[in-house]
T-cell receptor, first 116, second 116 residues
Framework: AQKVTQTQTSISVMEKTTVTMDCVYE???????LFWYKQTASGEIVFLIR??????ENATVGHYSLNFQKPKSSIGLIITATQIEDSAVYFC?????????????FGSGTQLTVMP | GALVYQYPRRTICKSGTSMRMECQAV??????VAWYRQSPQKTFELIAL?????????EQNFTQEKFPISHPNLSFSSMTVLNAYLEDRGLYLC????????????FGEGTRLSVL
């Protein structure tokens, strides 16, 4: 069964610090793709970063990076030098590689609040 | 850049009436489009996946009779919620992807449906 779990409901951090958001997933596929999105207050969902299961190197885009621990089925999102505008709900999502569908399985989201 | 627009952003309809929402891909070809519904609790449900020149695939608990979808070209898709009731409330999100590779789907800002 496919499942994505985000145990942290909400996190508050001070501006300019580093935050890590956890995500663990379950899949029977040997090939899969992991994504992080953020949802702003307006409802817009913005793609942030992805990790392909066959890649050993952690993905990095701007001040977003991933901590991919494949043996633990874990894909944490790290945001460095956080800014007020990073406040949003962050969703982890997975797509299995072998399925014909590109359905994304989403986690329940983590509300990040960045305080001045 | 590549963007997905959804219209309207918010809508209110009377119980038992229908409401049509639109999704426009800009800057890329939306070969496939997925319609999701996000509940007030933030969980995502996949309604259906539409690929141009292929049949639309509905997920369990969602039917064409209730959520008819049109995907006539590579830049546009629409979905109608027929006979809307309270349980149909939520944020309806359109996710679009170009081609058949493993790019991250891009989402619009969603159409928030309220039912009176």
């Amino acid at each position: 069964a496919q499942k994505v779990t985000q145990t942290q409901t909400s996190i508050s951090v001070m501006e300019k610090t580093t935050v890590t958001m956890d995500c663990v997933y379950e899949t029977q596929d040997s090939s899969y793709f992991l994504f992080w999105y953020k949802q702003t207050a307006s409802g817009e969902i913005v793609f942030l970063i992805r990790q392909d299961s066959y890649k050993k190197e952690n993905a990095t885009v701007g001040h977003y990076s991933l901590n991919f621990q494949k043996p633990k089925s874990s894909i944490g999102l790290i945001i460095t030098a956080t800014q007020i505008e990073d406040s949003a709900v962050y969703f982890c999502a997975m797509r299995e590689g072998s399925s014909g569908s590109w359905q994304l399985i989403f986690g329940s989201g983590t509300q990040l609040t960045v305080m001045p | 850049g590549a963007l997905v627009y959804q219209y309207p952003r918010r809508t209110i309809c009377k119980s038992g009436t229908s409401m049509r929402m639109e999704c426009q891909a800009v800057g890329f070809q939306a070969t496939s489009v997925a319609w999701y519904r996000q509940s007030p609790q933030k969980t995502f449900e996949l309604i259906a996946l539409s690929t141009v020149n292929s049949a639309i695939k509905y997920e369990q608990n969602f039917t064409q009779e209730k959520f008819p979808i049109s995907h006539p070209n590579l830049s546009f898709s629409s979905m109608t919620v027929l006979n809307a009731y309270l349980e149909d409330r939520g944020l309806y999100l359109c996710g679009a992807r170009e081609g058949y590779n493993n790019q991250a789907p891009l989402f619009g800002e969603g159409t928030r449906l309220s039912v009176l």
